[in-house]
Antibody, heavy 118, light 112 residues
């Protein structure tokens, strides 16, 4: 079965960086893109960006351009998202989510809480 | 970016009653691939979102048939024919016609 398992919760100070992982299994890794979506405490869902594990192409939301980098590691079927220059309003649960066949987002990871606090 | 709105933002329903949630987008969600990329997700308390409906009206694997979707262009509706206790949570619609996906604000459903 399709599974996306994310790394554990992180705490960072403002200005620091964080790298979150999303290990996938149960399907052909290079055949499906991965989106990252975040959810601030008590708030709705916000799309962060997308990466193709097939060729490494990325597309980032405008407000994340220059601060977010998404990468893949085919040998372990893992996708990474790094966020730099963290601010307090980056505090959120970050989800990875798979692009299905003809479906933009089908399966979701369990989420990773990133807390930015001095 | 495409703006997506939802109404109502919250509702309380008696089990067994029907419910409808409206979703509107600022642009048509009809893609050049011929598909309309409107999706519905349910986020149950303390869980990740889960896909209910894709391409306006197609139920995802394992989704009960009491869930249905309809609409065209910019106006869409999610209908639950008979609400059950397990349906509580926040319902989000999402547009996928542009790669920079955007979500509606969510509709919180609880049971009376």
């Amino acid at each position: 079965q399709v599974q996306l398992v994310q790394s554990g919760a992180e705490v960072r100070k403002p200005g620091a960086s964080v790298k979150v992982s999303c290990k996938t299994s149960g399907y052909s890794f290079t055949s499906h893109g991965i989106s990252w979506v975040r959810q601030a405490p008590g708030q709705g869902l916000e799309w962060v960006g997308w990466i193709s594990p097939y060729n490494g192409n990325t597309n980032y939301g405008q407000r994340f351009q220059g601060r977010v980098t998404m990468t893949t590691e085919t040998s372990t079927s893992t996708v990474y998202m790094e966020v730099k220059s963290l601010r307090s309003d980056d505090t959120a649960i970050y989800y990875c989510a798979r692009e299905g066949i003809g479906v933009r987002v089908d399966y979701w990871g369990q989420g990773t809480l990133v807390t930015v606090s001095s | 970016d495409i703006v997506v709105t939802q109404t109502p933002l919250s509702l309380s329903v008696t089990p067994g009653q029907p419910v409808s949630i409206s979703c509107k987008s600022s642009q048509s969600l009809l893609h050049s691939d011929g598909k309309t990329h409107l999706y519905w997700y349910l986020q149950k308390p303390g869980q990740s979102p889960q896909l209910l409906i894709y391409e306006v009206s197609r139920r995802f694997s394992g989704v009960p048939d009491r869930f249905s979707g309809s609409g065209t262009g910019t106006d869409f509706t999610l209908t639950i024919s008979r609400v059950e206790a397990e349906d509580v949570g926040i319902y989000y619609c999402m547009q996928g016609v542009q790669l920079r996906f955007t979500f509606g604000p969510g509709t919180k459903l609880d049971i009376k």
